[in-house]
């Protein structure tokens, strides 16, 4: 069974910062795709950040230039470091991974985090 856990939500006033974390535990055989989604109130989920397992990044274009995804291998772990927060990004955040839980059979399965709330306001 493999599990996302995300950590490192909160309140945050405008102009902050949080880091977000997400653990991936379980039977796990390789990791390949990571990535952060948030969805705010009525809204659509959307891609916030991505990270491949040869770190190449992607972002959205509300992020750019303000947040950063890294990943450590060793630890399977993504992180999403979030500066300059605004109120607009007030959502809750979701992990998101590409896993490949055995050698054999060789499936390739999409597995997503909880959740962890990340509020902007004064």
């Known amino acids: 069974q493999v599990q996302l856990v995300e950590s490192g939500g909160g309140l945050v006033q405008p102009g902050g910062s949080l880091r977000l974390s997400c653990v991936a535990s379980?039977?796990?055989?390789?990791?390949?795709?990571m990535g952060w989604y948030r969805q705010a109130p009525g809204k659509q989920r959307e891609l916030v950040a991505g990270?491949?397992?040869?770190?190449?990044?992607n972002y959205a274009d509300s992020v750019k230039g303000r947040f950063t995804i890294s990943r450590d291998n060793a630890k399977r772990t993504v992180y999403l470091q979030m500066n300059s927060l605004k109120p607009e990004d007030t959502a809750v955040y979701y992990c998101?991974?590409?896993?490949?839980?055995?050698?054999?059979?060789?499936?390739?399965?999409?597995?997503w985090g909880q959740g962890t709330q990340v509020t902007v306001s004064s």
């Open positions: 998101n991974a590409d896993i490949r839980p055995t050698l054999v059979p060789p499936d390739l399965n999409n597995y």
């Open positions: 379980g039977r796990i055989f390789a990791i390949f795709t």
């Open positions: 990270i491949t397992s040869s770190a190449g990044t």
